[in-house]
């Protein structure tokens, strides 16, 4: 399967790993507000339950940390994988695209330097260094095959390259613009920071946003002229190569 490195399967892209990640915390959001009864307070990188509902919930408050990983960073990864088995090269691109829309590099990072995972870890196992190993390893084994499936399903003239910009770069641009420039215009400069269920209105309106792109575009991810798309009849036309 060929990536089409088009601008609009880039921007397709781009909207895609933009709902992940806002999505991945908007999981905590909505899982925190489950177990709590009362909205708390989220941006692009962070969120915060209610007060007093660790307190008031201490055996389930965790779950809410769980729920942003576990929903849009390893379903969906193996979700990709299942596309990545199917024949059709529209549903490999599909795979593909899911798989390194999750950012699984800032997944690894943030094993590495004490993120979700590592804080469960420490909450029910302590601050023993075997713990840290152990979850560091728990993240890559549910991380890596995903990656490797995504490398070997990739035949694009230049694979390394277009791995690369699809593992890095475009997610880099994603974590730079969302997690950087709009969670400082909130934080700092106050920007649309009223917050409606707990969310800042920019956050709001980034989510809109990346929802209307990807609606728009999500057709590019399925490699459009060449194999069918979800809901589509049968295909017809396989593109050179596929």
Not at 45 to 73: D, K, Y
Not at 83 to 107: C, D, I, N, W, Y
Not at 139 to 164: D, E, G, Q
């Amino acid at each position: 399967m060929t990536i089409p490195l088009t601008w609009r399967y880039l921007l397709a892209f781009f909207c895609l790993g933009a709902l992940m990640g806002m999505s991945h915390e908007l999981a905590h959001h909505v899982a925190g507000f489950a177990i709590c009864g009362e909205w708390g307070f989220k941006t692009f990188n962070s969120f915060r339950l209610a007060a007093g509902c660790r307190e008031q919930h201490p055996n389930t408050f965790w779950l809410a940390t769980v729920a942003g990983p576990l929903f849009f960073n390893y379903l969906p990864s193996w979700v990709g994988v299942a596309f990545m088995r199917k024949p059709e090269a529209g549903a490999q691109l599909f795979g593909v695209s899911l798989v390194l829309s999750t950012v699984p590099a800032l997944r690894l990072f943030s094993a590495i330097v004490g993120g979700d995972e590592q804080w469960l870890g420490r909450l029910h196992f302590g601050t023993d260094p075997t713990v840290y190993w152990v979850v560091l390893f728990g993240v890559i084994a549910l991380t890596l095959p995903p990656l490797i499936v995504a490398w070997r399903t990739i035949r694009n003239r230049y694979k390394p390259l277009v791995f690369a910009l699809l593992f890095l770069g475009v997610p880099l641009v994603v974590f730079f613009l969302v997690g950087k420039v709009l969670e400082d215009l909130i934080l700092v400069h106050k920007v649309l920071a009223d917050t409606l269920w707990g969310m800042p209105y920019m956050v709001l309106l980034a989510e809109a946003l990346a929802t209307y792109g990807y609606a728009a575009l999500k057709s590019h991810l399925w490699q459009p002229g060449s194999i069918m798309r979800p809901g589509a009849g049968a295909p017809t036309h396989v593109a050179a190569g596929d």
